[in-house]
């Protein structure tokens, strides 16, 4: 019955069926957020026999004195503005280019899906490759255009565009195929009526195909902003365990991940994740406030 | 054959005519649409559109009605042929050069845009300046009754609403010509009605040359000056709405137009009923025939009456004003709607078989006997 009243049975009903889903995601997401807040007010912690003597801000205060982290601050803001525009601008034009053609475009689809259901490792290596300071491919078509060559991966100056690059690739993929799906999802008919009302093809494109296709825009951008903040398997893959020369490639996660694994700082690790956790918060609260002004659904 | 009609001399102006650009006239000179080179939607079409004029376009879907708007508007090219706005040849120019009004079937309104906006769309993409915009905008917005709801996004629009909105918005570069699909199949019965004398109040208010497409006669022929009934992609006849009804130029026009629908027979349906009463030779290409329901009288009408037949009440009924009777004529279905008399279930009935509303047609469907010109 759709009007029915709720009952403490109806409830007890429905929270069975709930009951999978909350165990799976209480036991591996909901409890480990908890423990890593309260992980990182611990000062002293004795984890042969996890033992915890002391609370306080201190992890906290050494992390905004630490250099390491103002870096690992600094470089992760600037993957995510690198990285982030980027993703959404071409993929936008590559969607929108795969929308035209008729010809192949199963195929190419294909072609540019493919980064995105391939490992990180793999990708990485063939990076590697391309990289490579004496005999890689970027090195070879630079050299094409007398640019003499950079050595991307072993020089701190470019070793944070090799990575955005190489990101950026790799997201293109899956945020083409949710363009794609945006740009089919537009009635012709809006068209036709930009087309009778004047509208020339930038007319169009700026007044119909941008506002329509905020919804998506949206997602992608939430999406890729979340995800870049939170990159760490690229950078391992590419500079072979290091993060990157002079620590050049050194991300909150990185950070974390030393912390964490190398020198068993436990209460560190924790504080930096949930600085990362405020920062992911803050931008995406702005990002859902923007949305409300400028995202037509 | 080409459709030519004369502007109406009855044409009547209500209101303030808004300024805008001058009526056109549409023509199309042996016009061809195909797709993918094979399948031929529409066959050479030539036909005169006056100035100043509404015109329906109306058929039974499939026809190529909403084709031939598509062709006016520029949104569609045809395969061969010209078309022509008064005597400039607009076949290859697009719908951005054609600047014609449309208003969409689903009204196509900018979902992102209130309804000023919407409206003021066409002339911000004519780099008219802001202030004057509004301005113009609102005019319209008054002119459709629109102008209480300029701050709401289309999605909080009635469909009514919306319809005005599209309307207005499609008038708003002052268009030579107007172009509605469909307009108001979105709508329930009574908005309907509503809504069709709102498009012919504002059409006699601006003048502007309007194009209507419906596949609802009723609408067609409530609305327009002159009607075209199309069919497989073609032009089955154009002219007013009164003569199309009494005088359809075929088998089809006759069945579509009219509510109920024109009684069919075959020729050899009848014995002897029709001979002496119409010409032999015409009788003999005669294939078809079609009686309208108010052409078969239970009382004789003396010289208004062509010959009587004899048939049979199948059934009865009363529904408000309109009495019809179900008849058995040597076997085959007749309706009337003018029983006047009470009659019971199974009785024979003599019927006076009117020359006004009694057709024959040829083999092709041609209309050869009844109507105006005996031919």
């Known amino acids: ?297 | 054959m080409l459709y030519h009609i004369d502007r109406p001399t009855s044409y009547i102006v209500v209101g303030n005519r808004l300024k805008g650009a001058k009526p056109l006239e549409v023509t199309f000179k042996d016009v061809t649409l195909s797709y993918d080179g094979k399948r031929e939607i529409l066959h050479h079409l030539n036909f005169t559109i006056p100035e100043g004029t509404l015109v329906s376009i109306l058929g039974p879907s499939g026809c190529g009605k909403s084709t031939t708007l598509m062709m006016i508007s520029g949104l569609l090219a045809p395969t061969s042929g010209k078309i022509f706005f008064g005597d400039q040849d607009v076949t290859k120019k697009d719908a951005l050069a054609r600047k014609v009004g449309m208003v969409f079937q689903n009204y196509a309104l900018y979902p992102h845009l209130s309804v000023l906006e919407n409206i003021e769309f066409p002339l911000k993409m004519a780099k008219v300046p802001k202030k004057d915009r509004k301005k113009k905008a609102i005019e319209l917005a008054k002119l459709v009754h629109i102008d209480d709801q300029l701050d709401k996004k289309p999605g909080a629009l009635s469909g009514g609403q919306q319809q005005r909105v599209a309307i207005a918005r499609a008038l708003a570069k002052e268009p030579s010509l107007l172009l509605l699909d469909e307009p108001l199949s979105n709508l329930d019965a009574r908005l309907r009605i509503e809504m069709r004398q709102e498009i012919r109040r504002i059409q006699q208010e601006t003048g502007v040359t309007t194009i209507f497409v419906t596949h609802d006669q009723d609408e067609a022929l409530h609305i327009s000056d002159h009607i075209m009934v199309l069919n497989q992609g073609q032009i089955q006849q154009f002219s007013s709405a009164e003569t199309l009804y009494d005088n359809p130029s075929n088998l089809f026009v006759s069945q579509f137009i009219g509510e109920p629908v024109i009684n069919t027979l075959d020729i050899t349906d009848f014995d002897r009923e029709l001979e002496g009463h119409v010409d032999a030779e015409i009788l003999q290409r005669a294939k078809k025939v079609g009686i309208r329901p108010e052409a078969l009288q239970d009382h004789d009408t003396g010289s208004e009456t062509l010959t009587t037949i004899a048939t049979k009440v199948k059934h009865s009924e009363k529904y408000g004003r309109e009495k019809n009777a179900l008849l058995d004529f040597h076997g085959k279905p007749l309706l009337t709607t003018e029983m006047r008399a009470e009659v019971a279930d199974e009785q024979e009935l003599p019927l006076y078989l009117q020359r006004h509303g009694f057709y024959l047609f040829d083999e092709n469907g041609v209309r050869i006997f009844g109507g105006d010109q005996d031919a």
């Open chain 1, 1 to 297: 019955m759709l009007n029915a009243k709720p009952t403490i049975k109806s409830t007890l009903k429905a929270l069975l069926y709930l009951l999978p889903m909350l165990v799976i995601s209480i036991t591996f997401s909901i409890y480990p957020i908890i423990k890593s807040f309260i992980m990182s007010f611990y000062t002293k912690y004795d984890f042969f026999n996890d033992i915890v003597s002391a609370y306080g801000f201190d992890n906290f205060k050494f992390l905004f004195s630490d250099p390491d982290f103002h870096i690992a601050i600094k470089n992760t803001l600037i993957f995510v503005v690198g990285v982030v525009p980027l993703t959404v601008i071409l993929s936008l034009v590559i969607a929108l280019l795969l929308n035209r053609i008729k010809w192949l475009s199963g195929f190419f689809r294909t072609v540019y899906f493919l980064p995105f259901v391939t490992s990180t490792v793999a990708i990485a290596q063939v990076w590697h490759w391309i990289y490579n300071s004496d005999y890689g491919l970027l090195n070879y078509f630079l050299s094409l255009f007398g640019v003499s060559a950079v050595s991307w991966l072993e020089s701190p100056k470019y070793a944070m565009l090799a990575l955005i690059i190489m990101s950026v690739w790799k997201n293109l993929g899956f945020n083409i195929i949710l363009f794609l799906v945006g740009l089919n999802n537009i009635n012709e008919r809006y068209y036709q009526a930009a087309e009778i009302d004047g509208a020339n093809a930038w007319h169009q494109f700026t007044n119909v195909t941008i506002p329509l296709l905020s919804p998506i825009t949206f997602l992608v951008s939430v999406n890729g902003v979340i995800g870049s903040f939170k990159v760490f398997d690229q950078i391992f893959a590419l500079f072979n365990g290091t993060p990157g020369p002079s620590k050049s490639a050194l991300t909150i996660v990185y950070y974390l991940y030393q912390k964490f694994y190398t020198e068993w700082k436990y209460g560190i690790a924790a504080a930096s994740g949930v600085v990362l956790f405020f920062m992911i918060l803050l931008v995406t609260v702005f990002q859902l406030w923007y949305s409300k002004h400028h995202v037509h659904y």
